[in-house]
């Protein structure tokens, strides 16, 4: 049973019995995945004091400037898991290929693979603006004993064990579930230790905020375009307020707790939109349906897509309930 004030380390303790077959193996990843976020949220508050803002001079397999938080978060994430062969692999935002954990006795006994995006909102690191990490967690589906093959991270989502975020604001939070609800946690940056601040977390079945990065609007397909001109329109509860952050974590925790709408969409620039399938969109897809709202590409489920690559982009649509279906009404109308 939830209680406030709970630390992460006892709640995981006491909710271990909610996993199937628990070895304690997912109480223990879930532990170095709260430990390695201690260490990038204690750099991300140091930004602008020590040498940690800025690019680190190295291109992505995405394309992208690489930031130097991304790579540090991302040595730390795969250091933390690797030395407590914790996961038989992990993949990255910030790694082209994924990486094999083999164990000290090369026996790849360890059942779960991660997937994980280190800095989430990378764009927003040099200017103080929050920012996040999104970690996904799947049951591997190889023999045990055998190398991690990549059709143990390509799993569509709905078969996610466990997901979650932390997002580095005001303050820090880690944001997870197993299937059994979401449950939110605040470090205390004194104690170094997270108490649950936010039980059972729920997403308003509606809401009154639209995300959406409009510059991109030109670009648009005629579906979303009607559906912002329609939160836009001075009518009965509307117009709605815009708010858009441009750290996708960041912006799916605000409106989780306020109500509202995310949407990365596909466009003319962008045939699949920019926001990865594994490690973004699915993590986030769980949380927000755990907690009752939902997550589609504008036309399927998120969770029920099937990925074929790494690094794979989909059209992202996500929040409460009513509004996604909304959203979905304007898409379907302009494609038929
Ligand atoms: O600047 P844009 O095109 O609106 O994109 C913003 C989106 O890109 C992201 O920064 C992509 O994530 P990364 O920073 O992890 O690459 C999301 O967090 C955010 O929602
Ligand atoms: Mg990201
Ligand atoms: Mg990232």
């Given at each position: 049973m939830a209680r406030i004030n709970q630390s992460l380390g006892e709640f995981i303790i006491?909710?271990?019995?909610?996993f199937a077959y628990s070895s304690g193996?997912?109480?223990?990843?879930?532990?170095?995945?709260?430990?390695?976020?201690k260490m990038v949220n204690h750099e991300v508050n140091k930004a602008g004091l020590v040498d940690i803002t800025g690019s680190?001079?190295?291109?992505?397999?995405?394309?992208?400037?690489?930031?130097?938080l991304d790579v540090f978060a991302n040595n730390v994430f795969i250091q933390t898991l690797t030395n407590r062969e914790i996961v038989c692999g992990i993949a990255s935002e910030e790694n082209e290929d994924f990486i094999t954990i083999s164990g000290s006795n090369s026996d790849h006994k360890n059942k779960y693979v991660v997937l994980i995006d280190p800095l989430d909102g990378s764009s927003n690191i040099d200017v103080n603006v929050s920012v996040g990490t999104i970690?996904?967690?799947?049951?591997r589906v190889t023999p045990l004993g055998t190398p991690v093959q990549v059709e143990d991270f390509l799993q569509p989502g709905n078969l996610q064990v466990a997901a979650g975020y932390?997002?580095?604001?005001t303050s820090t939070m880690l944001v997870y579930t197993t299937g059994h609800g979401v449950n939110g946690f605040t470090l205390n940056p004194a104690l170094g230790t997270y108490y649950l601040s936010h039980p059972n977390m729920k997403f308003p079945e509606?809401?009154?905020?639209?995300?959406?990065n409009e510059g991109n609007y030109v670009h648009f397909p005629q579906g979303i375009k009607d559906y912002i001109k329609y939160c836009q329109k001075e009518e009965g509860d509307r117009p709605y307020t815009s708010r858009y952050i441009g750290s996708l974590v960041s912006?799916?925790?605000?409106?989780?707790?306020?109500?509202?709408?995310?949407?990365?969409p596909?466009?003319?620039?962008?045939?699949?939109?920019?926001?990865?399938?594994?490690?973004?969109c699915n993590p986030m897809a769980f949380i927000v349906e755990q907690a009752g709202g939902k997550a589609s590409d504008g036309t399927t489920r998120i969770m029920e897509l099937k990925p074929t690559e790494l690094h794979e982009r989909v059209p992202f649509i996500c929040g409460s309930k009513k509004m996604v279906e909304k959203a979905e009404e304007f898409i379907a109308r302009a494609n038929s």
């Open positions: 006491e909710n271990q019995g909610e193996e997912l109480s223990r990843l879930i532990n170095s995945i709260r430990l390695a976020a680190a001079g190295e291109i992505n397999t995405q394309g992208e400037d690489q930031q130097k970690f996904s967690i799947y049951r932390i997002v580095y604001g509606e809401g009154h905020i639209y995300s959406v912006d799916i925790h605000r409106n989780m707790i306020k109500g509202g709408i995310y949407m990365y596909k466009s003319s620039k962008a045939a699949k939109g920019k926001l990865r399938l594994l490690y973004e």
